[in-house]
């Protein structure tokens, strides 16, 4: 059953930590992407990446930061330099990068204790 | 000026009629448009995607682009209750990669 899982689905934080969301993908795509939604807005892009072990900040990526040492994984962190880190965080892949289409994952969904 | 517009709407349709939900967007070398249906509390799927001038249908959707004015539609046919989300338009500003720039959606309701 190919897809795209995120993990966890609610994540709390506290002041001056650092927390990181999961994201996988089983299916095959070069391509994944990391994007910020906050209510009744768009998405904003965050960071992606194209290969493993490249990335390029999208955006928006003060304060984030991703690895991307398998394939099938790009995790991202949030860290407590984000001083607004309180959104809905959305994890896409395609199957490479010029005009292909994004799929997402279910997101999680980042709340800030 | 956004980059990807949308009216954020809400729009309201009566069941059966016909929705027309709007994007605009700045970069004339944009090569590639979609269109995402997001539910409440949940992630975005794709309706449909389009890269050329003229229409594409798919089921009730017909995606129409006009590249010369810089505008891309989304009409659903035979709205139904189910429909009422916000779509989101994307779109590739031919950057090199895969960037999606994203409107900030309008919400849809249909009325039973």
């Given at each position: 059953d190919g897809g795209i899982t995120q993990s966890p689905k609610y994540l709390f934080r506290k002041e001056g930590q650092n927390v990181t969301l999961s994201c996988e993908q089983n299916l095959n795509h070069d391509a994944m992407?990391?994007?910020?939604?906050?209510?009744?807005?768009?998405?904003?892009?965050?960071y992606y990446s194209q290969i493993v072990n490249d990335f390029q900040k999208g955006d928006i990526?003060?304060?984030?930061s991703v690895s991307r040492e398998k394939k099938e994984s790009f995790p991202l962190t949030v860290t407590s330099a984000q001083k607004n880190p309180t959104a809905f965080y959305l994890c896409a892949s395609s199957v490479g990068t010029e005009g292909t289409t994004q799929y997402f994952g279910p997101g999680t969904r980042l709340l800030v204790l | 000026q956004k980059e990807v517009e949308q009216n954020s709407g809400p729009l309201s349709v009566p069941e059966g009629a016909i929705a027309s939900l709007?994007?605009?967007?700045s970069d004339r070398g944009s090569q590639s448009f979609f269109w995402y249906r997001q539910y409440s509390g949940k992630s975005?799927?794709?309706?449909?995607?389009?890269?050329?001038?003229?229409?594409?249908?798919?089921g009730r959707f017909t995606a129409q682009l006009n590249k010369a004015s810089q505008y891309v539609s989304l009409l659903i046919r035979d709205s139904q209750p189910s429909d009422s989300a916000t779509?989101?338009?994307?779109?590739?500003?031919?950057?090199?990669?895969?960037?999606?720039?994203?409107?900030?959606?309008t919400r849809l309701t249909i009325n039973p």
């Open positions: 992407y990391w994007y910020r939604q906050d209510p009744g807005q768009g998405l904003r892009l965050i990526a003060e304060g984030y | 709007n994007c605009t967007y975005p799927e794709l309706i449909m995607f389009i890269y050329s001038n003229g229409d594409k249908e798919d779509y989101l338009c994307a779109v590739n500003m031919n950057q090199g990669a895969q960037k999606l720039v994203f409107g900030q959606g």
